[in-house]
Each structure stands twice: as C-alpha cells, then as structure tokens.
C-alpha cells in the first residue's frame, strides 16, 4: 500500500473567472505560431510555455502570443513574485486543448500557489482559473510542477507539485503533494510522498530539498533531491523513482545517489545529483551538473538509468562527446530526449552546460546532442554540440548567455511515423539585447537547420528562457 499521508492535508480548490487574461505587453511578443499544425484552433498552438518569475516587478508567463501576469489573474495570489517559476503543460481536461500548469512558490512568509489556467481554441480559457494552495507557509509548494497523462485510458492526469523547503519531516526536507485531475473539478489530492516515501531506503535530512525538481512519467515520478546529504556530505544529492500501481498508488520506490550500488562515480559534497530529470517508462536521466572531474570544479556530468538499473555515466570527456571537461562547464544542469535532433529514430539526449566557455568567451553555454543506442544506450553512436552564432542556434556568442540553462522537446507531427522530428527548444536566460543585459532569449532548434528565436521585452534581467515546459505535438 502506498505511503500517502493523506488525512492531515486539506488543499483549497478555487475556481473564479478571469477577467483581464491576455493583454499582450507591448514590444516583441513571443509568437509560436510558425511550424506544426495547431492541435487547438486555428493559427494557436501551446505546446511551448516560458514562466516570467521576475519580470521587471511583475510575474507571468509567456504562451503563444500572449503575455499573463499574476496581477491580472482574478484568483492568483498578487501579492507574492514567482508566478511563472515553474510550469507544465498538459491536457488536463482531455478536450483536446493543451492547458498551463503555473508554480508560485511564495517566500518564507507565506504560502505557495500552483494555478491551472485551462486551454481553449484561442488561447488560455479567459473564465477561470483553478488554484491549489500550500498547506505551509514558508514550504516552497509549487517550486516544481509536472502534469503528465497517465496513459492507461483513464483519463486521468497525474500533477507531481513539489515543496522543497517543507519542514513536516525534517526542516526543509521537502515533500511532493500528489492530484489527480481528469474532466471533472475539483482536482483531487492523493497524498504527499516523503524522501522515505514505501520505504525507497532514503532518508530525510534538513535541507534536502526533496521535491525540488519533479518529473512525472506515464505511470510513474522521478523526484530529485539535489541538496541531500549523503553519509554527512552536503549536497550530494539523490532521486527517488517511483512506479504507480493499477489504482495510481506509488507501489514501489527506488532511492539512487551516486553511492547507490552500480552508479559509477561517488556522492560528493555539492555534486547536486537530482538537479535536471529527464524521465519515460524505461529511461531516467539524471544532470550532476556540480560534478567535479578530478580538480576541475563543477564540470558536470549525466547518469543514465534504463529499465530501473545504473547505466553509463557521461561527461565531456567520455568518448565520442564533443568539446572538454572544463571548471565551471556546469554539464547537465538540464537534460531532455527527443526524437530525429540528430538520428533518425534514434534516442536523441540533449544536455545543456550553461557554464561552458566557448572559446574564450566565459560562460556562453552549449547543448550537447547525443544518438544513444544498444540495450542499455551505452553507446554513443553520434553527436554534435549546438551554441550560438555558426553553431547551430539562434543569437550571438557572448559572455554570460548560459545557453542551455533550460531545455525543452516539442514533438513532432507522429503521423510521420519514423519520419517524425522534433523540435529542440533552449533557453539563453543571460542572452544581452540591444543592450538590454540579461533580458534572454529562447531559441529553437531542430535538424531541418531551421532555427526561431523568441524574445520577451528587451529590459535588463528578465532572464526570460530560464523557465520552459512543452509538450509532444499530436497530428489529429
Ligand atoms: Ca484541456
Ligand atoms: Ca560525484
Ligand atoms: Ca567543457
Ligand atoms: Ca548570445
């Protein structure tokens, strides 16, 4: 039976209209209209979202051609910033619309927010709004989302929200709160996980941080806590992965670090095992981006888990992946798969290292593709690493961008079947325009050499790109 603390927890349901919902700001809008067929509508798409947690005063998000902030949200909280620093998307009520799962995580004063905001064919569903609270002040609910579709034809859709800097267990030990939701409203709540959670083997211990990064899974979560301490080394790191059972209970929960039997390398201080998932059915992925490869600090690294076991550990300096272990290179602090980036039907593995030099030029950041293949995807059968400039990306080379700060996959059209290709989108938070410093930039990338820039407003530090979510593209 599942370990779900259920009773003590009494979430609030609020559904209230909206009224004031998409006024685009002036400036260049963030405009996803180019590509694929819409799946809703006509000329509108959603299957990019970028969260605006600190926009200039404001906090918002970017879908389409729109811009939403909380402060014109009837029902989202105004008060506190963070709207936007986490977001999923995810046809929540099977209409065919892709609807917005937004984090708001609050301040150690007050509680955290999640809000769905619902798709509709022109758009986010002006109406209403519906809005899970924290059970805590001060416990970082809403920190991270992910909203996937269980995929057994329940339509049922699991929402994974974590609050990392919960104190039930230990201070700042974190926790996961776990609904469901379908057609109907209000979402349920099923019960919050802890780092123990069906007896996994992990521990809870203050400052963890579990629940800090969350990744579901069709019938299943991975969850990262990637300040965990392991056997008295802070920030080591760990994840939990967790399989749900035929009623969507976690019936069995593995507990990995680095010192986890068949995990090559070693829990070290600060190596923030757990700070990017990457998580399907078979294959787990898991950044290490505070890695540190002989003296060289925070360099970076992946390890990979397929079918539930350890598989290869890949780093800058493995054979076959470009570019050099470096200081700072920062390799893995974020991860995705997709298909056709670099293979056709191959399983493509983008890793972003934000902290990568290009050249001489300090912390411009670059993606590294990779074609893994052979049963346990140990083999690295080709790969090519993407930056600005002549690299394959939109922008210009320049200090600080940290390209690859955030990565997200757009799925292609699966009609195409073994033809399909999808689209890599990457986000430059650090990205400098017309002397805006720090505004960003998101740019796409995909194997047809296309590549489509998205900005935000061109005012200094909006870091826009730092927050993106996306969901796989379906041809109806
Ligand atoms: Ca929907
Ligand atoms: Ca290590
Ligand atoms: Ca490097
Ligand atoms: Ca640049």
């Given at each position: ?16 209209p ?29 299957n ?22 909380s ?12 709207f ?12 065919g ?7 708001q ?22 109406s ?15 920190t991270?989302?992910?909203a ?16 990392p800097?919960s ?9 996961v ?11 349920k ?16 211990h ?36 967790a399989?749900?059972?035929h009623?969507g ?13 068949g ?33 060289l600090k925070?360099?970076g ?33 974020s991860?995705t798969?997709g298909?056709?980036l ?41 790969a ?10 939109g922008?210009?080379?320049e ?7 955030a ?5 292609g ?30 740019t796409?990338?995909?194997?047809s ?16 790109g730092?927050v ?7 041809s109806?």
């Amino acid at each position: 039976m599942a370990r779900h603390r259920t009773a003590a927890l009494a979430a609030a349901f609020l559904a209230v209209p909206l009224g004031l919902m998409g006024s685009a700001l002036a400036g260049p809008a963030a405009a996803y209209a180019d590509g694929a067929t819409p799946v809703c509508g006509t000329g509108y798409r959603m299957n990019l979202a970028a969260g605006m947690p600190n926009y200039h005063g404001r906090s918002g998000v970017s879908v389409g051609s729109a811009e939403y902030f909380s402060d014109q949200i009837p029902g989202a909280e105004k008060s506190i910033s963070g709207f936007g620093t986490s977001v999923s998307v995810a046809d929540i009520n099977g209409d065919g619309c892709n609807d917005l799962v937004v984090g708001q995580p609050g301040t150690s004063k007050t509680k955290g927010y999640v809000s769905i905001l619902w798709g509709n064919s022109t758009g986010l569903d002006g109406s209403r709004v519906t809005v899970l609270t924290g059970r805590f002040v001060g416990d970082g609910f809403g920190t991270s989302v992910s909203a996937v579709a269980r995929g057994d034809g329940s339509g049922i859709t699991d929402l994974w929200v974590g609050a990392p800097d919960s104190d039930v267990s230990r201070v700042a030990g974190g926790e996961v709160e776990h609904y469901t939701l379908d057609a109907t409203e209000p979402p349920k709540f099923q019960g919050s996980i802890w780092a123990d959670v069906n007896n996994s083997g992990g521990l809870e211990h203050d400052g963890g941080h579990f629940g800090q990064v969350v990744q579901g899974y069709p019938g299943g979560v991975v969850i990262g806590a990637p300040d965990d301490t392991v056997d008295g080394r802070a920030g080591a790191g760990s994840i939990f992965v967790a399989t749900q059972d035929h009623y969507g209970y976690l019936d069995r929960a593995k507990y990995w670090t680095q010192d986890s039997p068949g995990v090559p390398g070693k829990a070290e201080a600060n190596d923030h095992f757990g700070a990017a998932l990457y998580a399907s059915p078979n294959a787990v992925i898991v950044g290490v981006p505070g890695e540190d490869i002989g003296s060289l600090k925070d360099a970076g690294s992946v390890q990979m888990f397929v079918d539930g076991a350890p598989a290869q550990s890949i780093t800058q300096d493995t054979k076959g992946v470009p570019g050099a272990v470096e200081a700072g290179d920062r390799f893995g602090a974020s991860v995705t798969v997709g298909q056709w980036l670099l293979t056709q039907e191959g399983f493509d593995v983008a890793i972003g290292a934000p902290g990568e030099d290009v050249g001489t030029v300090k912390d411009a950041g670059s993606v590294t593709l990779l074609t893994l293949t052979g049963a346990n995807l140990q083999t690295i059968d080709a790969a090519k690493a993407l930056t600005q400039g002549t690299g394959g990306l939109g922008g210009k080379i320049e200090a600080g961008d940290q390209v690859g700060a955030a990565l997200a996959i757009i799925g292609g059209d699966t009609s195409a079947e073994e033809d399909m290709v999808d689209t890599l989108v990457v986000g430059v938070p650090g990205e400098d325009i017309s002397g805006s410093v720090d505004c960003g930039l998101i740019t796409e990338y995909n194997r047809s050499g296309r590549t489509v820039n998205y900005e935000a407003e061109r005012t200094s530090k909006n870091h826009f790109g730092s927050v993106l979510a996306s969901t796989p593209y379906y041809s109806s």
